[in-house]
């Protein structure tokens, strides 16, 4: 079992960057392929990015491919969302999730372990 916390979230204006993190608490981390997904109010949850236990395959959602780059470290037990070129519209909870002996989902109901969620708002 692994218990997860994201940090990182804030109020960023529109064409700047944040870094979200997301530590891995217990657990031994290089089993879980990682994730991040994000959720607007009345929306559903969808995909952002996701990488396999050894950050060597990444998959990114087309919203945001080019402008968010997903890195692991496993010896900290630590993934990381880079966010650049923010826009208006990428204001969510982001959430990060595990999925254990996983490759790197874009289906969230394959994610066994779910953090809490932070807050991105990106003002116009």
């Known amino acids: 079992q692994v218990q997860l916390v994201e940090s990182g979230g804030g109020l960023v204006q529109a064409g700047g960057s944040l870094r979200l993190s997301c530590a891995a608490v217990?657990?031994?981390?290089?089993?879980?392929?990682m994730g991040w997904f994000r959720q607007a109010p009345g929306k559903e949850r969808e995909f952002v990015a996701a990488?396999?236990?050894?950050?060597?395959?990444?998959v990114y959602a087309d919203a945001v491919k080019g402008r968010f780059t997903l890195s692991r470290d496993n010896s900290k037990s630590t993934v990381y969302l880079q966010m650049s070129s923010l826009k208006p519209e990428d204001t969510c909870v982001y959430f990060c999730?595990?999925?254990?002996w996983g490759s790197g989902s874009r289906n969230p109901s394959e994610y066994d372990y779910w953090g809490q969620g932070t807050q991105v708002t990106v003002s116009s």
């Open positions: 999730a595990a999925d254990l």
């Open positions: 217990e657990g031994t981390f290089n089993k879980y392929a």
């Open positions: 990488l396999n236990w050894s950050g060597s395959n990444i």
